[in-house]
């Protein structure tokens, strides 16, 4: 894809125009939470010993240890990157790989972009449904990680990715929560009842339970299976299954 011509600030691009919605709620959200890292802690992720940090080291290296495993030269787009960590560990791999991070949350793309410097990467502002026309058969990779459940309609964003892919393009949802149907009801009151109570209601109309059966195109990479022993050593690890999608 080309820059040259994109509106840049802070070192972040971008292809839309701001909207503040989703993010003024979420903001609000990680402050509160207390989840809002400085700019040391980003640098260290996910080797953070804190919050669900320590669940995530080992599904990173599961990612990283695949993208290494291919050939160089790929182009990976990390959907919902945040401040950017995964996309820099990504970009880490190899720097032949071209890496956009994407995000519709200003602050914490321009931490990304402050930090994070690598040549084979680039932070970018986009709603990918106002910019779908730019990203057209551009990816081989495509993540989502710990981004799939800020999306409504998943049949219809997976529908649009996939037009972003390349042939044998890949789409890879990472450390994200899936329910069974009977189970959905009872997550969404939950999800509600949780951001009631933190004060920022409206963040329950942008968080979804996504069904499990959404999921039967995919193959799955990794699942959780709980292990004594690891439990006894003390050893964590995301309690969330890796789900990949090959386009043929």
């Not at 329910?179 to 963040?203: C, D, F, H, N, W």
């Not at 959404?214 to 292990?227: E, M, S, V």
Request: net charge neutral; glycine share 4%; aromatic share 14%.
């Amino acid at each position: 894809m080309d820059f040259s011509r994109v509106i840049q600030q802070q070192n972040v691009y971008y292809l839309t125009p701001e909207d503040t919605g989703f993010s003024k709620y979420y903001l609000a959200v990680r402050k509160k939470e207390e989840r809002i890292l400085k700019d040391v802690e980003v640098r260290k992720l996910p080797n953070l010993d804190r919050d669900e940090w320590p669940y995530r080291i080992k599904s990173t290296a599961r990612f990283t240890n695949y993208i290494a495993a291919k050939n160089d030269g790929l182009q990976i787009l990390t959907l919902g990157c945040g401040n950017g960590w995964f996309a820099n560990k990504i970009a880490e791999v190899s720097t032949k790989n071209e890496v956009i991070g994407l995000d519709v949350n200003r602050e914490e793309l321009e931490q990304a972009a402050r930090i994070f410097r690598a040549k084979n990467i680039r932070f970018v502002y986009a709603d990918i449904f106002k910019a779908s026309e730019l990203f057209e058969a551009q990816f081989d990779i495509i993540t989502l990680n710990g981004a799939i459940q800020y999306f409504e309609d998943f049949d219809g964003l997976m529908q649009l990715l996939k037009s972003f892919l390349k042939p044998k393009g890949e789409i890879h949802i990472i450390d994200s929560p899936f329910y069974k149907s009977t189970e959905i009801a009872a997550a969404q009151e939950r999800t509600k009842e949780y951001y009631t109570t933190l004060g920022v209601p409206e963040m329950a109309n942008h968080y979804y339970a996504h069904d499990e059966n959404l999921l039967q195109n995919f193959d799955t990479l990794y699942t959780y299976k709980r292990n004594i022993i690891y439990k006894i050593l003390g050893k964590k690890d995301s309690p969330f299954s890796w789900y990949r999608f090959k386009k043929q």
